[in-house]
């Protein structure tokens, strides 16, 4: 476990702590004794076929399998030193510091401006100078302000599908969080949106940890700084992303890096 001073200090260079984690649906067993250490300010690609537990993993950082019937979870995960699924914790803060960018864009069916609003007025933001300044920051931060700062108060549905993405994005940064989950944020954008959140993240890694689930070879390839390969709910393996892709230490990750698998 982290020392006090560790988790005082908010430059502590692992982020997360993974130890023993086991998870289950009912009677399957889909997340075997996983271990893993996240660094801070890195981006994490998950990568493996279907069904192979990289989405379960990526949901137990903030403890969204607690939303499903029927699931039991063992080991320890440590946030900052903290761990995240002892007695103490307070599941919304956490969601507020870990949160999470989904498969596909889920904009809410209001302005572009309360969208970003939403989080910091749930948390107790009410003055409209202090939610204005939130809102340009967040969009600023999300590459997305320029194109939609002269309609505010327009619907966010009317945005393309890859600048909704960019407003989930901001919405989640309007929280102020520390980590960034993303599940396949891209799989549903055509390549130059893909291009514009791939940037981003390129960006954001400088003020926050980001763990990205992706089917992409080359995305992972092109934005992680370490990858990790699930196969039927094992962390095979772990490493740095350019050894990973190209001296990987396990003969399942080669065959699944080079389409022998799935």
């Avoid at 560790?6 to 692992?14: E, L, R, S, T």
């Avoid at 997360?16 to 998870?23: G, P």
């Avoid at 050894?243 to 890096?257: A, G, L, M």
């Amino acid at each position: 476990m982290a020392t006090a001073s560790a988790i005082a200090n908010p430059k502590v260079a692992n982020k997360i702590k993974v130890e023993q984690l086991n998870l289950y649906y009912g009677e399957n067993h889909a997340l075997h004794n996983i271990g893993l250490t996240i660094e801070q300010n890195s981006i994490v690609a998950l990568i493996g076929p279907s069904g192979c537990g990289k989405s379960t993993f990526l949901r137990t950082l903030n403890r969204m399998n607690d939303l499903i019937d029927n699931v039991r979870i063992t080991g320890d995960i440590y946030v900052d030193g903290q761990n995240i699924y002892g007695p103490e914790t307070d599941v919304v803060s956490l969601r507020k510091k870990v949160g999470m960018v989904f498969q596909r864009p889920n904009p809410f069916p209001m302005s572009i401006y309360d969208n970003i609003a939403y989080g910091p007025r749930i948390h107790g933001t009410k003055k409209k100078a202090v939610l204005d300044e939130i809102v340009e920051r967040s969009l600023v931060q999300a590459a997305l302000w320029d194109e939609v700062k002269d309609r505010l108060n327009k619907s966010a549905l009317g945005l393309s599908g890859g600048q909704q993405q960019r407003l989930c994005i901001a919405r989640l940064l309007a929280v102020e969080p520390d980590v960034l989950l993303m599940d396949e944020p891209t799989s549903a954008l055509d390549p130059i949106s893909t291009l514009k959140v791939e940037e981003l993240t390129q960006v954001l890694k400088e003020k926050y940890t980001i763990i990205i689930v992706t089917h992409n070879m080359q995305q992972a390839a092109r934005i992680s700084d370490y990858t990790s390969f699930f196969l039927n709910g094992v962390l095979v393996e772990s490493d740095k992303t350019d050894k990973i892709f190209t001296t990987p230490s396990d003969q399942r990750t080669e065959d699944y890096i080079t389409g022998r698998f799935g």
